[in-house]
T-cell receptor, first 113, second 113 residues
Framework: QKEVEQNSGPLSVPEGAIASLNCTYS??????FFWYRQYSGKSPELIMF????GDKEDGRFTAQLNKASQYVSLLIRDSQPSDSATYLC?????????????FGKGTKLSVKP | GAGVSQTPSNKVTEKGKYVELRCDPI?????LYWYRQSLGQGPEFLIY????????DSGLPNDRFFAVRPEGSVSTLKIQRTERGDSAVYLC???????????FGPGTRLTVL
C-alpha cells in the first residue's frame, strides 16, 4: 500500500461546477496535510494546509480532514478553466516543523468551458 | 520577496558524467529540502537540511547522490556517474523556522543521455 494515494484521473468537470479531489494516507500518526497545485511543466504551488479534523475554507477552496478514516479531500467551488492542473496531496508524518512531505501521484483536473 | 531559485533550469549530460544542481532558498529559511519528480509521479523526498547539517538523508537512492549546504543557505545536489534512470526534475523547497509549509523552486530538469 502506497503511503499517500490519489486517483490519477483525469477528473473532468464543467466550468462552474464543484470539483472534488480525494486522498487517503496510510500512516495513522500523520500530523499535517497539504494540497499543492502543479501546472504542466511548473513546480508545485501550495494551495492549502490542514491540521485538524473538519473543514477549512479559503476562498473557493475547502480542505476536509478525517483522521479516523485517514482521508483528506479538496473541494473547488465554481471551477474555472484556470483551475485545470494536477493537484498533489502531501502528508507530513512528523508534524510541526519536522520531517519531509510524502506526496501522492496527483490527480489531473480538467475544467471544461 | 524572492522565491526559491534553482540553477540550471535544464541540464543535459551523458551517462557516467558528474553534475551539480544548485538551490538558493528564500532568504531566512532555515530548512531546505531536495525532491525528485519523475513524469506522472509526485515529488519524492531525497534529503532535508536544517541549517548546515543534513537532518534526514534517508531518501537519497544510493551513494552516487550527495548534497551540501556549507553556510546554511545555498545548497548543491551532486550526482556522480549519472545513469539514464536519474533523468527527472529535481525540486528544491525551503521552509521558515516554526512553520511546516514548504515553498518550491522552479526545478532543474536533468536529462541523462
Amino acid at each position: 500500500q502506497k503511503e499517500v494515494e490519489q486517483n490519477s484521473g483525469p477528473l473532468s468537470v464543467p466550468e462552474g461546477a464543484i470539483a472534488s479531489l480525494n486522498c487517503t494516507y496510510s500512516d495513522r500518526g500523520s500530523q499535517s496535510f497539504f494540497w499543492y497545485r502543479q501546472y504542466s511543466g511548473k513546480s508545485p504551488e501550495l494551495i492549502m494546509f490542514i491540521y485538524s479534523n473538519g473543514d477549512k475554507e479559503d476562498g473557493r477552496f475547502t480542505a476536509q480532514l478525517n483522521k479516523a478514516s485517514q482521508y483528506v479531500s479538496l473541494l473547488i467551488r465554481d471551477s474555472q478553466p484556470s483551475d485545470s492542473a494536477t493537484y498533489l496531496c502531501a502528508v507530513n508524518r512528523n508534524g510541526g516543523s519536522q520531517g519531509n512531505l510524502i506526496f501522492g501521484k496527483g490527480t489531473k483536473l480538467s475544467v471544461k468551458p | 520577496g524572492a522565491g526559491v531559485s534553482q540553477t540550471p533550469s535544464n541540464k543535459v549530460t551523458e551517462k557516467g558524467k558528474y553534475v551539480e544542481l544548485r538551490c538558493d532558498p528564500i532568504s531566512g529559511h532555515t530548512a531546505l529540502y531536495w525532491y525528485r519528480q519523475s513524469l506522472g509521479q509526485g515529488p519524492e523526498f531525497l534529503i532535508y537540511f536544517q541549517g548546515t547539517g543534513a537532518a534526514d538523508d534517508s531518501g537519497l537512492p544510493n551513494d552516487r547522490f550527495f548534497a551540501v549546504r556549507p553556510e546554511g543557505s545555498v545548497s548543491t545536489l551532486k550526482i556522480q556517474r549519472t545513469e539514464r534512470g536519474d533523468s527527472a526534475v529535481y525540486l528544491c523547497a525551503s521552509r521558515a523556522s516554526g512553520s511546516d509549509t514548504q515553498y518550491f523552486g522552479p526545478g532543474t530538469r536533468l536529462t541523462v543521455l
